[in-house]
C-alpha cells in the first residue's frame, strides 16, 4: 500500500505543478494527512506520549518544539490551534523543530502526540505560547507557502542581508543603513525558489514621517509594476524634503494569481514574504560631524565619573542623548562602565560614540598573616595587604597611629583597626584580631616508685597546648629530652617543657624508694616421735607485693609459705613478690617424744633376683612392745622377712606410745649388677632440657638400659621435672633399678606492661615492660629494633616482646598500643573570577574525633567553609576533641578575565564603508563571546571610518574592551582650470591638480570622451582646441576620481541658454541668451532680440560676437497640466529605466482614443502608440534599445495632456 501511495505523489506533483501552484500545496496538505491517517489505522494500540513540551524558540510566524524523547516511538505528531478556536491543525514533526505559518502577536496552544510501532497515543498537555510581534507599533504583513518562494536576499547601501526563509514575515530592523536626503541608491531584491521560479511582484515602503505606517503620499518608494522571477535591480530616491531620523523600511513580496491585486503594506497573502529593515534618514554633508568626550574616573569605587562631549563640524545647533537618558553634554554621578551617546546637528546628521568611565577604586585591605601573641609576652603580629587603589599608601594602626607600615609587630591579644589610604585618599579599613596562645601543661601521666632498693623507677609525663613541637629538659639528666624518664632512684624530679613559641612548664615529681622485702618465720613446730611432722611457716613482710613464689631448700618443687611433714634439722627458704624482689631466711625443726630407732641386723642378699633375700631388723630405744608393717607386706608383724627379690623393703616399726620409725632396707641381688646415678642435670625455664645418667657394674656384662620414659642407653635428656626410673639387665638376665629426680630451676615466668596510647596519628605512644620471676639481668628484644624495657615514640598497633632472663628463659607477648588518629584537613577550592572577591574555600576533615574546631589565620573567618574571598592563599587549623590538630593552606586561585588584543585593523577606502578590525581573546576561559558587529571569531567588516569598541565575555562571565580605530583613506582629489581658445584656434590650455589618494596614480586623459593620453603624470597642457577635457586617475586602493573642464571658445559669445526647460500646459517661457557686449542675435523664430516668449517646442539661436559666432538650442516642454489630479494620476517606473518603462495612469476614461510619444530632448519621435478602447490603466514601453539618455514621453486624450521626463540608464 505504501509503494502504491508513493507513486501517486510522484504523478500528482507532475500534474499539479503544471496547472495550479495553490491545487499543488493543498493537495500535498491533504495527501500528507491521508498518509499519515492510513499509516496510523494500520496500527494497533497506543503510546505514552511525550513529556515536557516545551518552546525552544519563538518567532513572529514560527515557534520551535522540543520535548523528552519516548524510546517507543518512531514518529511525532502535532497540532496546534489559537486560543479560543475549536479548529486544530495537525502535521508530522520532528524533535525540535519548527512549526510555521502562524500569526504574528497571537495565543496558540500545542499537544504533541506520539506514534510507536503500535500506534498513536494520545496527545500530551498542552503547551501555551505568544508569538513575536506584540511590541510592534506596524500593522502586521506576512506572507505564506514559503516553501515555494520568498525573500532571499536585499541589498541597499549598507543593508546586504541574505535572509533566506522566514516562513512568511523577517523582522530585520537591527540591520540599518544611512539614506541621505535627495540621494538615490541602488536597490537589489533577490527571490527565493524551492523549485521552478514563479513571476513576483515587488514593493518597498519607507514610513518617511514616522507616524507607524506606511499609507501616506511618497512612503512607497519602489513599486516593480510587473512580476518578475528574476533578481530586480532598481534605483530608490530619496526626497530631499523627507524628514531625517530612524524609521522603518518594508519589503513584500508577492506571488500574483489571475485576479491578486499588487502586495500592500498591510497585508496578509497566500504566496511570498515580507521583511522589515532599519533605515537612518541624513542630511547631506553629514562627514563633517565629529565628536570627542572626555571622561574623569569614577574615584574610590564610587558614582562620581563624569563625561563631557566635544562637538565641532557638521551645523549646529547639536543636541546629545545619552543611553541613560540624560540630553546634557556633560554627565555626572557617573560609576565606572561604558556609555553611548548619539549627537545630531541641526541637518539630523547623527554620530555614535562611546565613552568609558574608568574604576579609580578605593583600596581593599585584606590579612595576609596573624601571629598569635604566645605565652602572654606580647610577642603577636598582624600582616596586611591592599589591592587596587592607587600607590603609595599610607598605613595608620589604633594601637600606634605612628606606625605607616603593613605589619605590627609586638601585639598583645586583642582587636587592632588598621586603615589604609591611597593616592587618591580613598581609604578602607580593617579589624585585625590577635588571638592569644597559651604555653603547654604538663601533667604527670604514670610515675611508679623505684623497688627492692634499685634504681628502676619511671616516670611518664603528658603534654597538652602549646605549639608543635616540643621540647624537654629534665634536672637529673640533661641528655633525656623526652617526656619519659626511666631507671631513676628515690628522689626529686624536675622537668621542663618548651614549645615553638618559647612558653615552658614545669613538673616536678617525687619518687619514694620501695626497700627489699623481707621474710620472717611465723612458726617452726618440731618432728614427733621421729615421724618427719615437723612444719615450717613463713611470711613476706608488707613492703613486699604479691603474688609471691617460695623456694625450699628441701624441696625445689615446694612453691608455698609452708613446709610440712619435716624432719628434724635446719631448713632455708627464698621468697621472690611480683616486683621481682627476694628474701631468704632459715629455720630449723626440732623433735620430741622419742620414737623407736631401727637398726639392720641383717641383710641377706636375693641371688640373681631370686626371692632368697630376707632382712632382720632390732627396734631400741622407744616403749615396747614393738609391732611391725612392711612395704611388700603389710600384715607381716614381724621383725624379720625372708623370701626377698633384690630390691627396697621398708618396715615400719610401731611404740605402744604411737611413735614409729620407718626404716628402708635394700636386699642386694647377688650376681646381678649394681646400677648407679652418675649425674641428674635439671629443667630450666620449662623447656625440658633436664638429663640424667646411670652406670651398671658386676652382674655379666654387657648390660642393657630402658627408662621409664621409654629412652634405653646410659643417659636419658630432654627430660622435664619429674622421677624417672631406669631398670639395667646383664648378660645373664640379672636386672639393677635405679631412680632419678629432675628438678625444674626457678624461671622467667610472665611479663607485665604498663602502655601509654600513642595521640593524634603521632608516634608518641610507649609501653614499659616489667619481668615477673626469672634471674636478673633481663635482656629486652622488641620486633621494632627496641632493646630496653622501654620501648617509646611508638605509632598505634601491636608490638611483641621477647625478654630472656639470666638464665636463658624467655617470655614472649604482644601487647597493642591504642591510638587516636589526627584529624586530616582536605581543602576543596572554588577559584576567584575575573579578579572579583568570589571565591571560596571549603574544608573537609577525615578522622579525628568530633566535634573540631576551625582557627583561621584570618581571624574574620569561622567554621569549615568560608565564600566571597579575593585570589590568595588561606590557611586554617582544625582542632579535634582530643586537642589534635591539623593545619592546611588553601590556595584560591583567580580565574583572570580574558585579555583583548588587537590583530588586524583594515583601513576603510575610497571614502567606502569597508574597513575591517580582527581581535583576539586570550587567556580567561575559553569560549568567547564577542560584541557586535565582531563575529564568533573576533572579526568585523564592511567598517565605516572611526573608533569601535569590542567587548569579549568568556565562559566565567568575565569581560574585557578594547577599542580599534577604522582610518579612512580618502579617494584622490582633482580640480581644474583652463584658458579658453580663441574663435576655432587650438591655443586653448588644461591645467589639473591632484591631491589625496594613495600613490601610485593610473591616469588617463580623454578629450570628448576620446582617449588622448595616458601614464602622463604632466598635469598641465596647451595648445588645445575648443572642447570638454577629461582627466580620470586611480589610486594604489583602487579608488578613482575623475574631472572635466571645458576649454571654450575666447572671446566667442557664451549662451547661458538650458537645454530643456518644463512647463505647464498652456504656459509660456522666456528664453534668454543675452550675451555681453556688442552681439547680434538670430532665433529660429525670426526674432533678432536677446530675449523671446515661447510655447513649448524647440528653439535655436545664433549670437555673434567680434567674428565669432556661438549657437544654442532650447526645447520647451510641457511636463505636466495644470490640475494636482493630472499630477498625481500619471505615473512613470522605474524611472531611470534599463528595459521597460512602465506606465500607470488614471487621466482618462476607460473608453475612448490616447496616444503616447516617446521623443529626445530635441523633440524628434523615438516611438508612440495609439491607445483604443477599451482604453489600459497601464501600459509599458520597451526602451531596450535605446541610448542612455534623458527622453520626454507625452501622453494626451484629446482633452488632456502630460509630459514626463524619463531616464534610460
Same mark, same amino acid.
Given at each position: 500500500m505504501f509503494n502504491f501511495v508513493v507513486v501517486f505523489i510522484i504523478s500528482a506533483t507532475i500534474l499539479f505543478m503544471i496547472t495550479s501552484k495553490k491545487i499543488l500545496i493543498a493537495f500535498f496538505e491533504l495527501l500528507a494527512v491521508a498518509f499519515f491517517t492510513t499509516a496510523s489505522a494500520v496500527a494497533g494500540s497506543v503510546c505514552n506520549p511525550p513529556a515536557s513540551l516545551v518552546?525552544?524558540?519563538?518567532?513572529?510566524?514560527?515557534?520551535?518544539?522540543?520535548?523528552?524523547?519516548?524510546?517507543l516511538a518512531n514518529s511525532y505528531v502535532v497540532r496546534f490551534r489559537q486560543v479560543g478556536s475549536s479548529n486544530w491543525t495537525e502535521t508530522p514533526i520532528l524533535q525540535n523543530e519548527a512549526v510555521f505559518y502562524l500569526i504574528p502577536c497571537q495565543q496558540y496552544e500545542f499537544q504533541v502526540q506520539s506514534v510507536c510501532d503500535e500506534g498513536p497515543g494520545g496527545f500530551g498537555n498542552s503547551l501555551y505560547l505568544t508569538t513575536q510581534g506584540c511590541s510592534d507599533t506596524y500593522c502586521f504583513t506576512y506572507g505564506g507557502n514559503t516553501n515555494f518562494e520568498w525573500i532571499e536576499a536585499v541589498a541597499l547601501n549598507e543593508i546586504n542581508n541574505v535572509s533566506g526563509v522566514n516562513y512568511g514575515y523577517g523582522n530585520f530592523t537591527a540591520f540599518n543603513s544611512d539614506l541621505q536626503q535627495g540621494e538615490t541608491y541602488a536597490l537589489t531584491l533577490q527571490p527565493g525558489f524551492s523549485g521552478s521560479a514563479f513571476g513576483e511582484y515587488w514593493r518597498v515602503w519607507i514610513d518617511f514621517n514616522r507616524d507607524n505606517d506606511f499609507s501616506d503620499a511618497g512612503e512607497l518608494v519602489f513599486d516593480a509594476g510587473s512580476v518578475n522571477s528574476e533578481t530586480v535591480n532598481a534605483l530608490l530616491s530619496i526626497p530631499l524634503t523627507v524628514p531625517v531620523g530612524e524609521t522603518r523600511l518594508r519589503v513584500a513580496m508577492k506571488w500574483l494569481n489571475e485576479g491578486d491585486a499588487p502586495p500592500l503594506p498591510c497585508e496578509a497573502f497566500d504566496f511570498g514574504e515580507t521583511e522589515d529593515y532599519g533605515v537612518h534618514i541624513v542630511a547631506p554633508n553629514c562627514s563633517g560631524l565629529n565628536a570627542a568626550a572626555a571622561a574623569a574616573p569614577a574615584a574610590c569605587g564610587q558614582t562620581n565619573g563624569s563625561i563631557t562631549v566635544t562637538v565641532w563640524g557638521g551645523e549646529a545647533p547639536y543636541t546629545i542623548f545619552w543611553n541613560t537618558g540624560q540630553t546634557s553634554f556633560t554627565i555626572n554621578g557617573l560609576p565606572n562602565g561604558t556609555y553611548s551617546y548619539i549627537v545630531t546637528d541641526a541637518n539630523g546628521?547623527?554620530?555614535?560614540?562611546? /565613552? @568609558?568611565?574608568?574604576? !579609580? &577604586?578605593?583600596?581593599?585591605l585584606s590579612v595576609t598573616a596573624v601571629t598569635p601573641d604566645a605565652c602572654n609576652q606580647h610577642n603577636g603580629a598582624a600582616t596586611v595587604s591592599v589591592t587596587g587603589g592607587a600607590m603609595p599608601y599610607i598605613y595608620?594602626?589604633?594601637?600606634?597611629?605612628?606606625?605607616?607600615?603593613?605589619? /605590627? @609587630?609586638?601585639?598583645? !591579644? &586583642?582587636?587592632?583597626?588598621?586603615?589604609?589610604?591611597d593616592a587618591n585618599n580613598c581609604a578602607a579599613q580593617l579589624s585585625v584580631t590577635v588571638s592569644s596562645v597559651a604555653g603547654p601543661s604538663l601533667s604527670v601521666n604514670s610515675a611508679s616508685n623505684p623497688t627492692c632498693g634499685q634504681s628502676n623507677g619511671f616516670i611518664g609525663l603528658l603534654a597538652s597546648g602549646g605549639v608543635a613541637p616540643l621540647s624537654y629538659q629534665w634536672s637529673h639528666d640533661s641528655s633525656v629530652i623526652a617526656n619519659?624518664?626511666?631507671?631513676l632512684s628515690a628522689g626529686s624530679y624536675s622537668c621542663t617543657v618548651t614549645d615553638s613559641n618559647g612558653c615552658t612548664d614545669v613538673e616536678t615529681v617525687n619518687l619514694v624508694s620501695q626497700s627489699n622485702i623481707t621474710l620472717s618465720v611465723v612458726t617452726a613446730l618440731p618432728e614427733g616421735c621421729n615421724l618427719n611432722n615437723g612444719s615450717i611457716t613463713v611470711a613476706p613482710g608488707s613492703s613486699a607485693t604479691p603474688p609471691f613464689t617460695y623456694l625450699w631448700s628441701h624441696n625445689v618443687m615446694l612453691n608455698s609459705a609452708t613446709a610440712a611433714n619435716l624432719d628434724a634439722g635446719t631448713y632455708s627458704v627464698t621468697v621472690q613478690d611480683a616486683l621481682g624482689c627476694t628474701a631468704q631466711t632459715t629455720a630449723s625443726v626440732g623433735t620430741s617424744n622419742s620414737a623407736p630407732d631401727i637398726n639392720v641386723v641383717t641383710s641377706v642378699a636375693a641371688n640373681c633376683g631370686q626371692p632368697t633375700g630376707s632382712v632382720s631388723v632390732i627396734s631400741i630405744n622407744g616403749i615396747g612392745p614393738f609391732s611391725y608393717s612392711w612395704s611388700h607386706n603389710p600384715a607381716l608383724n614381724s621383725p624379720t622377712a625372708g623370701g626377698l627379690l633384690a630390691g627396697a623393703y621398708t618396715v615400719t616399726v610401731y611404740a605402744t606410745n604411737g611413735c614409729f620409725d620407718t626404716y628402708t632396707a635394700i636386699v642386694p641381688n647377688t650376681g646381678a649388677p649394681d646400677l648407679n646415678l652418675v649425674t641428674v642435670t635439671n629443667d630450666l625455664c620449662g623447656t625440658a632440657i633436664g638429663a640424667a645418667s646411670v652406670e651398671a657394674s658386676g652382674g655379666t656384662p654387657p648390660y642393657t638400659y630402658i627408662w621409664s620414659n621409654g629412652q634405653t642407653g646410659t643417659a636419658a635428656s630432654g627430660l622435664t621435672e619429674g622421677t624417672y626410673t631406669v631398670t639395667a639387665t646383664d648378660n645373664s638376665g640379672c636386672i639393677a633399678i635405679q631412680t632419678a629426680t629432675v628438678l625444674n630451676v626457678l624461671s622467667l615466668s610472665n611479663v607485665s606492661f604498663f602502655i601509654q596510647e600513642a595521640t593524634c596519628g603521632q608516634n608518641n605512644g610507649f609501653i614499659l615492660a616489667s619481668p615477673v620471676g626469672g634471674v636478673p639481668p633481663v635482656t629486652y628484644n622488641w620486633n621494632n629494633g627496641a632493646t630496653t624495657a622501654l620501648n617509646n615514640n611508638l605509632a598505634a598497633g601491636s608490638y611483641t616482646l621477647t625478654a630472656t632472663d639470666a638464665n636463658g628463659c624467655s617470655v614472649v607477648k604482644t601487647e597493642i598500643v591504642p591510638g587516636t588518629p589526627a584529624p586530616v584537613a582536605v581543602a576543596s577550592v572554588n577559584a576567584a573570577t575575573c579578579g572579583f572577591a568570589n571565591g571560596s574555600v571549603q574544608i573537609t576533615v577525615l578522622g579525628g574525633t568530633p566535634p573540631y574546631e576551625y582557627q583561621w589565620v584570618n581571624p574574620a573567618f569561622s567554621g569549615p567553609d568560608i565564600a566571597g574571598v579575593a585570589a590568595g592563599n588561606y590557611s586554617v587549623t582544625v582542632t579535634d576533641a582530643n586537642n589534635c590538630t591539623a593545619t592546611t593552606t588553601a590556595t584560591v586561585a583567580n580565574l583572570a578575565a580574558p585579555v583583548l588584543s588587537v590583530l588586524q585593523q583594515t583601513a576603510a577606502t575610497c571614502g567606502q564603508n569597508n574597513g575591517a578590525i580582527w581581535v583576539t581573546a586570550a587567556g580567561g576561559t575559553a569560549p568567547y563571546d564577542y560584541s557586535a558587529p565582531f563575529n564568533a571569531f573576533g572579526f568585523a567588516q564592511n567598517l565605516a571610518p572611526g573608533v569601535y569598541t569590542v567587548t569579549v565575555t568568556d565562559a566565567s562571565g568575565c569581560t574585557a574592551l578594547t577599542e580599534a580605530q577604522i582610518l579612512q583613506t580618502l579617494p584622490p582629489q582633482l580640480s581644474a582650470q583652463s584658458t579658453p581658445a580663441n574663435c576655432n584656434d587650438a591655443d586653448g590650455s588644461v591645467t589639473a591638480t591632484l591631491s589625496g589618494g594613495t600613490p601610485p596614480y593610473n591616469y588617463l586623459w580623454l578629450t570628448d570622451g576620446t582617449q588622448w593620453n595616458t601614464g602622463d603624470t604632466v598635469f598641465s597642457f596647451s595648445n588645445l582646441p575648443a572642447g570638454d577635457y577629461t582627466l580620470q586617475v586611480t589610486d594604489a586602493d583602487g579608488c578613482a576620481a575623475a574631472i572635466t573642464t571645458a576649454v571654450v571658445q575666447g572671446n566667442a559669445p557664451q549662451i547661458n541658454l538650458p537645454q530643456i526647460i518644463e512647463t505647464d500646459e498652456g504656459a509660456q517661457v522666456v528664453l534668454d541668451a543675452t550675451t555681453p557686449g556688442n552681439a547680434t542675435y538670430l532665433w529660429s523664430t525670426g526674432a533678432t532680440t536677446p530675449v523671446i516668449s515661447a510655447g513649448p517646442g524647440l528653439y535655436w539661436v545664433e549670437v555673434t560676437l567680434n567674428g565669432c559666432t556661438a549657437y544654442a538650442e532650447a526645447l520647451v516642454v510641457i511636463t505636466g497640466i495644470n490640475t494636482p489630479e493630472a499630477q498625481n494620476n500619471f505615473k512613470v517606473y522605474p524611472n531611470p529605466a534599463n528595459d521597460l518603462l512602465w506606465v500607470a495612469t488614471t487621466l482618462y476614461p476607460t473608453s475612448g482614443i490616447a496616444n503616447w510619444q516617446l521623443t529626445d530632448i530635441w523633440g524628434k519621435t523615438i516611438s508612440g502608440q495609439s491607445l483604443q478602447d477599451p482604453l489600459p490603466s497601464s501600459f509599458t514601453i520597451d526602451m531596450q534599445d535605446l541610448a542612455p539618455g534623458v527622453y520626454l514621453l507625452y501622453l494626451s486624450n484629446g482633452t488632456q495632456s502630460v509630459v514626463k521626463k524619463v531616464v534610460k540608464r
Open positions: 518552546a525552544t524558540q519563538i518567532n513572529y510566524t514560527s515557534a520551535s518544539l522540543f520535548w523528552n524523547v519516548d524510546p546628521c547623527t554620530l555614535t560614540q562611546q /565613552a @568609558t568611565v574608568v574604576n !579609580a &577604586g578605593a583600596p581593599a595608620t594602626w589604633s594601637h600606634n597611629p605612628m606606625l605607616n607600615a603593613p605589619t /605590627a @609587630t609586638g601585639l598583645s !591579644a &586583642g582587636s587592632y583597626l588598621v586603615s589604609v589610604t619519659l624518664a626511666f631507671n
